[in-house]
T-cell receptor, first 114, second 114 residues
């Protein structure tokens, strides 16, 4: 079965600095999507960024970018110029076409130090 | 436009009682998902609806759990004879289709079974 692993239960970073959250996944598929979602204390999950597996170029959304290493099955999220509002749980998710399921990692709690 | 709306926001119930949770998806979204999120954990898939197709119930943990959706409108998740282990946040999400479209989440219902 496909799995998504987030090996860092918690990370902390100083405000304005850069932090990288790791995510690895296991799959035999060649075409799939990867997502990072953010869940602040309000509980609402918010899409941060999305990566298509067949695109070699790393996705970027303002201060958020990914390092997608397809061969290594790695999909890390880099947050630049960290802000207090970035404090949240971050979940990595993998979408596969074979059964149209979205597989979720266990999450990483990001703490921003002022 | 309006996002995904869930009600109630919080629900406290006694063990053995039935509860009904409601989800109003974004208008026009054909896909609707229910997830369970236990404290400090990731998302656990429960059930998926796509238009008028038969729902994917593969994630429902027991026959005490059921869900309904009429067409592409409101969905209700019902838990019968609640147990303390059912305590969790129940998240609803909708998307434009069952493919790789990003999910839009509601704020969830926090269920506490005493």
């Amino acid at each position: 079965a496909q799995t998504v692993t987030q090996s860092q239960p918690e990370m902390s970073v100083q405000e304005a600095e850069t932090v990288t959250l790791s995510c690895t996944y296991d799959t035999s598929e060649s075409d799939y999507y990867l997502f990072w979602y953010k869940q602040p204390p309000s509980r609402q999950m918010i899409l941060v960024i999305r990566q298509e597996a067949y695109k070699q170029q790393n996705a970027t959304e303002n201060r958020f970018s990914v390092n997608f290493q397809k061969a290594a099955k790695s999909f890390s999220l880099k947050i630049s110029d960290s802000q207090l509002g970035d404090a949240a749980m971050y979940f990595c998710a993998y979408f596969e076409y074979s059964n149209y399921q979205l597989i979720w990692g266990a999450g990483t709690k990001l703490i921003i130090k002022p | 436009g309006a996002g995904v709306s869930q009600s109630p926001s919080n629900k406290v119930t006694e063990k053995g009682k039935d509860v009904e949770l409601r989800c109003d998806p974004i208008s026009g979204h054909t896909a609707l998902y229910w997830y369970r999120q236990r404290l400090g954990q990731g998302l656990e898939f429960l059930i998926y609806f796509q238009g008028n197709s038969a729902p994917d119930k593969s994630g429902l943990p027991s026959d005490r759990f059921s869900a309904e959706r009429t067409g592409e409108s409101v969905s209700t998740l019902t838990i019968q004879r609640t147990q303390q282990e059912d305590s969790a946040v129940y998240l609803c999400a909708s998307s434009e289709d069952r493919g790789n479209s990003p999910l839009h989440f509601g704020n969830g219902t926090r269920l506490t079974v005493t």
